[in-house]
């Protein structure tokens, strides 16, 4: 199985860095999403992601500038996944919104094409049945930042062909991956298995008027000596993708707490506090206070 030509789905923070990194990587991509108004935002957050790669890869502008070259944009479903080998959906992690996208998708992309969720809590099994071929279906996770935290899980459910799974390790290698196989159907994979409690146990200390997320971070930051608490990495992640991880939780096990938090979570996303995207979420950007050198002090 040979990948070429690569088509993203949903165009938010991780979409749009998985989209750019795959074309960074030598790959034509297309980046889909359902209006205008999304299509510009991540073209806009693409944009944004060229200081980054400057300072952190030491890419050069007319490197950035070729990488963007190997990108379209597109608002047509069909059109966008015609020459598609492999899409990655990066859409919100709703199974109902998942599972009727897939639903589409699959009348409209062409027979071979492997489909690849980057879901961060969903299971492949949950998803499948959706796709209508559930043998070219799994899981391929991405961490944000993924220039820096360049994971990719890998997780297919129990009908997933073996070739198809291997296919996909390659391919993230091939995008500068550490690919990260599971041997079974995870909820969480590796990383969000340890990263989503904690992640809730803070914002429950919070949610609960225990402690300010300055103080709790600062917390964390001390005892573990740790460059960032996770107030902060709430908004490296987006508010928006976690409340939806919280909602879905609160609603599986009826945790009071859990529900609380995502009322608190939600009173900040109307107010567009979702991170360094809109200049300020549990800190102000692009200078969060944290990475001062006073904080821990």
Do not use: C
């Not at 559930?134 to 459910?157: C, D, K, Y």
């Not at 949610?207 to 005892?223: F, L, Q, S």
């Not at 460059?227 to 902060?232: R, T």
């Not at 990495?233 to 939806?244: A, E, Q, V, W």
């Amino acid at each position: 199985m040979t990948i070429q030509h690569v088509t993203v789905a949903g165009d938010g923070v991780l979409g749009s860095q998985i989209a750019f990194q795959t074309a960074f990587k030598g790959y034509n991509v297309t980046l889909y999403d359902i209006n205008e108004k999304t299509v510009k935002h991540a073209q806009l957050l693409i944009s944004q992601l060229q200081p980054s790669y400057e300072h952190d890869l030491q890419v050069t502008v007319d490197d950035f500038q070729t990488a963007m070259s190997r990108m379209t944009f597109s608002t047509d479903l069909a059109d966008a996944t015609k020459d598609a080998d492999l899409i990655i959906e990066a859409i919100p992690e709703k199974i109902s919104i998942k599972q009727s996208f897939y639903k589409e998708l699959s009348q409209v992309v062409p027979k071979d094409a492997i489909f690849a969720s980057n879901s961060s809590t969903l299971l492949p099994s949950d998803i499948a049945p959706a796709t209508g071929r559930p043998t070219r279906f799994l899981n391929l996770h991405f961490a944000n930042q993924i220039w820096l935290r360049n994971t990719a899980e890998v997780m297919g459910s129990p009908e997933t062909n073996p070739a198809v799974f291997n296919t996909v390790v390659d391919f993230a290698k091939s995008i500068g991956m550490i690919a990260i196989p599971l041997q079974k159907e995870q909820p969480g994979y590796v990383l969000n298995s340890i990263l989503v409690p904690w992640l809730n146990a803070a914002l429950k200390l919070w949610a609960n008027g225990i402690a300010t997320p300055e103080t709790i971070d600062k917390t964390w930051m001390v005892v573990l000596s740790s460059p960032i608490g996770p107030f902060g990495i709430l908004d490296m992640i987006g508010l928006r993708t976690h409340y939806n991880i919280v909602v879905t939780e609160a609603e599986r096990t009826g945790d009071a707490d859990l529900k609380h938090a995502a009322d608190k979570m939600k009173e900040r996303i109307d107010a567009n506090l979702l991170g360094p995207s809109t200049g300020e979420g549990f800190y102000h950007y692009p200078n969060p206070e944290f990475m001062n050198p006073d904080f821990l002090k």
